[in-house]
């Protein structure tokens, strides 16, 4: 199963090698894009569907159980990115993707059939929770295989704005999301929403998981034959001789994730919740502004090509963990949507440094037989225990009377990715797809000298 994508890239002014590579992008991200559209769904919609699945209570009491379940779904994750690594570094990544696509299908087609709290009682919640979990093993493998995929497909010098493309899908599964919720909000009232139009846009995502299967059965594989075939591919052996890496990789996805998260799924919900924005208001902010976030990762990309992924890394957790702060305070204290678009464009900004690199930055740190593996595995721990809990813990600070404190709180996990993009070596020079593959090496001296 050899690739010439993998084995003998062409020129990058290759008309068809260009076009050919283009397709591949086209073909593994249309599958990310459903992925993470049907997994943003839950966030989005949980305002209707919230008091179908839970006993009566206040709004707030509500959300925070559907949060928690939405943090278990996040927590099946690093099981999704060993399993989905292991088969993507043995079997290929075309394989994996194809396999983690179907699953997501199938958990979002069963939200859409649940049946309420009403019909079966505390069943209900628990077949919630069922398929929550489903789609958190799917995303928690599409990540690192996609990351892989796209990584691997770019030509040396565009690496960059070629992996940007992954964050537009995963943005753009958020932002259809988002127009699925504001169009729904047009043509139908809340008690409609509530009594079962909630359940439209998950049959829309099982529906459109469907054509990127199709899209996805014509992807070349990028991994080698002898790299599939080695004993150490996707093995724990294998990536623990690279426990350096994964532990940078842990520190810098713990902050961006919980910033990513903080400002696009928690956003909605902080909005209304908080700043007391009308709830169509602060669906169509969060639509414009997750709009725009998208198209501008492409940009932060080919910035990361120009001037390092170091660089692009500290110039994140720098300006984010400087920023969040009075930037939390201030758009919880407006209801005026283009101040609140102005406040969240902001944040959104800084941390497109990291999420226009954020699977090249963690490719570049592996080497091709634990590639998956590697990225995978750590992007889920970190995003589960930081990223999947973001809104479950600030909704939980609200509850006990200190909201204020949940910026303090991501300010402080910025910092240690802030020391991360320290430590990290620099790709160009010391990566497995451009730099001398010595990654270990670099950070054993970096590591000696902060201690010293």
């Not at 020129?11 to 599958?31: Q, T, Y």
């Not at 502004?289 to 957790?317: E, V």
């Amino acid at each position: 199963m050899t690739d010439a994508l993998a084995i003998a890239p062409a020129a990058p002014d290759d008309p068809a090698d260009r076009r050919r590579r283009i397709l591949a992008i086209v073909g593994s991200s249309s599958g990310n894009l459903v992925e993470w559209y049907d997994f943003y769904c839950y966030a989005f919609f949980a305002l209707y569907f919230a008091p179908v699945f839970f006993p009566s209570g206040d709004s707030t009491s509500q959300l925070l159980q559907t949060a928690g379940i939405f943090a278990v779904g996040f927590f099946m994750r690093p099981v999704g990115g060993w399993l989905f690594g292991r088969i993507a570094d043995r079997l290929g990544r075309k394989t994996s993707m194809m396999i983690s696509v179907l699953m997501m299908c199938a958990g979002s087609l069963l939200i859409a059939v649940l049946p309420t709290y009403e019909t079966v009682g505390t069943l209900a919640p628990v077949f919630l929770l069922l398929a929550r979990m489903i789609q958190g093993l799917s995303v928690g493998g599409e990540y690192g295989t996609s990351a892989t995929y796209m990584s691997e497909v770019a030509t040396k010098g565009q690496r960059g704005f070629y992996a940007s493309f992954q964050y537009v899908t995963l943005i753009g599964g958020q932002l259809l999301a988002s127009l699925v919720l504001v169009t729904l909000q047009t043509v139908m009232t809340k008690e409609q929403l509530q009594g079962g139009g909630w359940r439209i846009p998950f049959v829309i995502g099982a529906l459109a998981a469907v054509v990127a299967l199709f899209l996805r059965r014509s992807l070349a594989e990028t991994a080698t034959q002898d790299n599939l075939d080695s004993k150490d591919s996707g093995t724990f052996a294998a990536l623990f001789k690279h426990w350096r890496a994964f532990c940078v990789v842990l520190a810098y996805t713990a902050g961006g994730s919980l910033s990513f998260y903080t400002f696009t799924t928690y956003m909605q919900k902080y909005l209304v919740n908080t700043a007391h924005m009308p709830t169509v208001l602060a669906s169509r902010t969060m639509t414009v502004a997750l709009f725009t976030y998208m198209i501008i990762q492409p940009f932060f990309g080919w910035l990361s090509d120009r001037i390092g992924r170091k660089t692009n890394m500290l110039l994140f957790s720098g300006l984010t963990m400087l920023l969040v702060v009075p930037l939390m305070t201030a758009i919880g204290g407006t209801t005026d949507p283009v101040v609140a678009f102005g406040l969240i464009m902001t944040g959104m900004i800084a941390i497109s440094f990291y999420t226009g690199i954020s699977g090249i930055v963690k490719a570049e740190l592996f080497p091709t037989h634990v590639r998956a593996l590697g990225v995978g595995l750590s992007y889920a721990i970190a995003n589960s225990l930081f990223g999947g809990t973001a809104e479950y813990v600030a909704l939980w600070f609200k509850n006990e009377g200190m909201e204020s404190t949940f910026p303090w709180y991501v300010a402080f996990m910025l910092a240690i990715s802030f020391a991360a993009s320290l430590i990290m070596p620099n790709p160009k020079r010391h990566g497995y797809l451009d730099g001398d593959g010595t990654v270990e090496e670099a950070l054993t001296r970096k590591t000696r000298l902060v201690a010293a």
